[in-house]
Antibody
Framework: EVQLVESGGDLVQPGGSLRLSCAASGFTLSSYWMHWVRQAPGKGLVWVSRINSDGSSIVYADSVKGRFTMSRDNAKNTLYLQMNSLRAEDTAVYYC??????????WGKGTTVTVSS | DIVMTQSPLSLPVTPGEPASISCRSS???????????LVWYLQKPGQSPQVLIYLGSNRASGVPDRFSGSGSGTDFTLKISRVEAEDVGVYYCMQALQTPLTFGGGTKVEIK
C-alpha cells in the first residue's frame, strides 16, 4: 500500500526548533518530487516547500524561507523538514505529499506543530 | 503567485440534489499540452485531503462518477450530480502550474 507517515510534531516555544519526518512506503521515494503543505487550526491549505527527486532543487514559501530546510534521504525513503526560529503563526498540521502526473496524489495524515509559550 | 478564488464559501445541500463549486485563477492554468493544471480536493472532517479531479477534468482513481470537473484557462467548476451524505467536507481547488502551489480558500459543503 502506498503510504506517507509524518512524525516529529510537538509543542515548542517561540524561537525553538523542530524536525519533521515523513516516511514513505509502498513506492520508491527517489522517483518523485515531494511537497510539504500545512494547515493552521480551522484554516485552509497552504503550500510550504517542494524538493525534486534527488534533492538538488528546493523551493520554499516566502513565509518560511530562511527558517525552514527541506531535505530527503532516498536510501531511507524519508523526507524531512527542519524548522528553526519557530513562530506562533507556524502552528499547524503539516502534511507531506507526493507529486505525480501534475498533482499531489498521496498525502500523509499529518503531524501537529504547536508553537506557544 | 497565482491567486485562487473559490465560491461559495459555504454550500448547504440536499441529498440527491446537484451541487456546483466555482474556482477562478488569477492567471491561465492552460499547459502547452492543452490540459489545465487545476486539481480538486475534498478534505473530510478529521482527514487529510483526497484528490477528486486532476488536470481540470480527469477523475482520480476510485472517485465516484457523480463528481465531474470542467473549465479551462482561468474558470473552473466542480459538479456533484447527486450529493450523498458522505460528500460533506471542505472542497479545495489547487493550481499546480507553478510553485508556489496555491489553493483556493475552500468551500464547506454540508447537508441541509
Amino acid at each position: 500500500e502506498v503510504q506517507l507517515v509524518e512524525s516529529g510534531g510537538d509543542l515548542v516555544q517561540p524561537g525553538g526548533s523542530l524536525r519533521l519526518s515523513c516516511a514513505a512506503s509502498g513506492f520508491t521515494l527517489s522517483s518523485y518530487w515531494m511537497h510539504w503543505v500545512r494547515q493552521a487550526p480551522g484554516k485552509g491549505l497552504v503550500w510550504v516547500s517542494r524538493i525534486n527527486s534527488d534533492g538538488s532543487s528546493i523551493v520554499y514559501a516566502d513565509s518560511v524561507k530562511g527558517r525552514f530546510t527541506m531535505s530527503r534521504d532516498n536510501a531511507k525513503n524519508t523526507l524531512y523538514l527542519q524548522m528553526n526560529s519557530l513562530r506562533a503563526e507556524d502552528t499547524a498540521v503539516y502534511y507531506c505529499a507526493r507529486f505525480r502526473s501534475g498533482f499531489l496524489d498521496v498525502w500523509g495524515k499529518g503531524t501537529t506543530v504547536t508553537v506557544s509559550s | 503567485d497565482i491567486v485562487m478564488t473559490q465560491s461559495p464559501l459555504s454550500l448547504p445541500v440536499t441529498p440527491g440534489e446537484p451541487a456546483s463549486i466555482s474556482c477562478r485563477s488569477s492567471q491561465s492554468l492552460l499547459r502547452s499540452d492543452g490540459s489545465n493544471s487545476l486539481v480538486w480536493y475534498l478534505q473530510k472532517p478529521g482527514q487529510s485531503p483526497q484528490v477528486l479531479i486532476y488536470l481540470g477534468s480527469n477523475r482520480a482513481s476510485g472517485v465516484p462518477d457523480r463528481f465531474s470537473g470542467s473549465g479551462s484557462g482561468t474558470d473552473f467548476t466542480l459538479k456533484i450530480s447527486r450529493v450523498e451524505a458522505e460528500d460533506v467536507g471542505v472542497y479545495y481547488c489547487m493550481q499546480a502550474l507553478q510553485t508556489p502551489l496555491t489553493f483556493g480558500g475552500g468551500t464547506k459543503v454540508e447537508i441541509k
